[in-house]
């Protein structure tokens, strides 16, 4: 997954089977042969989706899987080591926990040595800038790199927000997820809405973060032609903003 700039993917939503068969074959009529997905779901369909009826189809349309993102796992969970297992056979090898953080470095070093032996990649989704800190303070006592952050910009009232959190610590962020609203419904990435995403991008190129970057949408639906087209924009735009460094 090295490149020079962004690893500019859509978030998809699966509930089981039966529906990520129906995104994928939206994705094959499209013709997004080569597209990042990050495939986003909750403990329960993780636990019931077997590994290859999960990869297979995914295979076989010709789309990547950036990322396996699960929102409700706890931390004793038996599926973390699944969740390692999946996410170590995907292209971008690396799984996100979106739930409340576990604090206790014991817990934090389990999950470390179980993504470790899988050479995959663990990030987890503070969802405050207290729980940033709070969480980077016992992920720096940790060696190794396996764990980071994934930063979601829903989780702040404003692009001005999102960013005084997360450029401290962008050295170890490697999903930033975007999204825009307007009128409480969904907007475009690059109108002005209630975020203002042209200046997030900025900052994240001129910064060089080379990590995903991924157009997802939590509080509102946006189907799966619309994240399409959004894609379409942002790489758009990202690949100008490149030209200019």
């Known amino acids: 997954m090295e490149t020079a700039g962004p690893i500019l993917s859509i978030s998809v939503q699966m509930r089981g089977e039966r529906e990520l068969e129906e995104v994928l ?38 789309v990547r899987i950036s990322s396996i993102r699960v929102v409700d796992i706890r931390p004793e ?30 817990v934090l070093e389990e999950w470390l040595q179980v993504f470790a032996a899988y050479q995959a990649r663990l990030l987890l989704e503070p969802r405050s800038a207290r729980e940033t800190h709070q969480l980077y303070k016992s992920l720096r006592e940790l060696i190794g790199g396996v764990l980071g952050f994934s930063q979601v910009q829903e989780n702040f009232p404003s692009t001005e927000h999102f960013l005084r959190v997360l450029t401290p ?25 209630v975020y203002n ?49």
């Open 25 to 62: 074959e939206v994705l094959r009529a499209a013709g997004a042969g080569g597209l990042w997905i990050q495939l986003c779901m909750d403990s329960e369909a993780l636990q019931q989706v077997s590994l290859w009826d999960l990869l297979d189809p995914v295979h076989d349309a010709g």
């Open 169 to 193: 610590y962008l050295q170890m962020t490697h999903n930033v997820q975007v999204s825009n609203y307007g009128e409480g419904r969904v907007a475009r990435i690059l109108t002005l809405g």
């Open 197 to 245: 995403n042209p200046l997030l991008l900025r900052m994240l190129v001129s910064h060089g973060y080379s990590g995903q970057l991924t157009i997802g949408y939590e509080k509102a639906p946006a189907s799966l032609s619309f994240l399409l087209e959004e894609h379409r924009a942002v790489d758009s735009f990202l690949k100008s903003l490149e030209e200019k460094i």
């Open 77 to 106: 969970s038996e599926l973390i080591e699944k969740l390692a297992v999946v996410a170590s056979e995907t292209a971008g090898r690396t799984a996100i926990i979106s739930s409340p953080n576990p604090q206790d470095l014991g």
